[in-house]
């Protein structure tokens, strides 16, 4: 088995309820929080690719702050139109409230295409 790439990202205590943007390897990746466990995301809509992060949160579901295009932050699943793609999603490692991401998940990510 590989060993993974890991980058500290930020602290969970750092992770407004909007979402929290990073880039890695020129792609904005977004983290959310929901209860105590940290999900990420492309930071992308896959409708216009809007930073979803610049977006609304209502519970476990964000959306886009052009379109309204609506997405489940634990699965990036796309809930509501006019985005008929779900977000990819990325696995983060949490250790004593630090988030960690394994930069080698961007090679194998679904690029988006438009």
Do not use: W
């Amino acid at each position: 088995m590989a060993e993974k790439k890991l980058i500290h990202v930020t602290s969970t205590s750092d992770i407004p309820n909007t979402g929290f943007s990073f880039e890695v390897k020129n792609r904005k990746i977004a983290l959310y929080m929901i209860k105590d466990k940290v999900y990420a995301l492309d930071d992308r809509c896959t409708h216009m690719r809007i930073q979803m992060t610049k977006g609304f949160r209502n519970g476990d579901i964000i959306g886009c702050p052009v379109h309204g295009a609506l997405f489940d932050i634990a699965t990036g699943k796309v809930l509501q139109a006019p985005a008929y793609r779900d977000i990819p999603t990325f696995d983060v490692i949490v250790k004593n409230g630090e988030v960690y991401f394994d930069t080698d998940q961007i090679v194998d990510a679904p690029e988006l295409k438009f």
